[in-house]
């Protein structure tokens, strides 16, 4: 058997974090009660970071960054907060650090998000692995 694996999702939001959380610990993107909730908008799912752990992985699913300010969303500003409050706190130790980006263009938001993204998990950087979704 093996060890457990920490993993933590982070990126832009609508990329697909939610979606590739689900396949690592249901082996399945789409079940009729996913352990993360998603959605096919653009607009992102997640307003809150949540945990679900499984034989082989504990995978935490964050924010997605990015959002306009809007009463129904978390802001990017909020988001940052967020995360970067969660990881400070929290004493787990990260196998891998996922960051999700969809398929295209890479524009300067996506450079900015990239950027902030190194610094929040700077200290894990060993551990960073990219993933392009929609390809």
Same mark, same amino acid.
């Given at each position: #058997?093996? @060890? *457990? %694996?920490?993993v933590v999702l982070f990126g832009r939001a609508g990329f697909g974090k939610s979606s590739i959380a689900n396949m690592l610990v249901q082996r399945d993107i789409y079940q009729d009660n996913n ?5 096919? =908008?653009?607009? =992102?799912?997640? +307003?809150?970071?949540?945990? &679900?752990?499984? @034989? #082989?992985? *504990? ?7 990015? @959002? ?11 988001? +940052?907060? %967020? ?7 929290? *004493? +787990?130790?990260?196998? &891998?650090?996922? &960051?999700?980006?969809? $398929?295209?263009?890479?524009?300067? @938001?996506?450079?900015? #998000?990239? $950027?902030?993204? $190194? ?5 894990? %950087? ?10």
């Amino acid at each position: #058997m093996s @060890e *457990q %694996k920490n993993v933590v999702l982070f990126g832009r939001a609508g990329f697909g974090k939610s979606s590739i959380a689900n396949m690592l610990v249901q082996r399945d993107i789409y079940q009729d009660n996913n352990a993360f909730t998603i959605n096919d =908008g653009a607009r =992102g799912e997640t +307003v809150n970071i949540y945990g &679900y752990v499984s @034989e #082989m992985y *504990q995978v935490f699913d964050t924010v997605g960054l990015g @959002e306009p300010s809007s009463h129904d969303t978390t802001s990017h500003e909020e988001a +940052v907060k %967020k995360i970067r409050n969660y990881f400070s706190d929290c *004493q +787990v130790s990260l196998n &891998y650090i996922f &960051y999700v980006h969809k $398929k295209g263009r890479i524009t300067d @938001e996506d450079i900015r #998000m990239f $950027k902030l993204f $190194k610094k929040i998990f700077e200290w894990g %950087k060993d551990n960073f692995i990219i993933i392009i979704t929609h390809a």
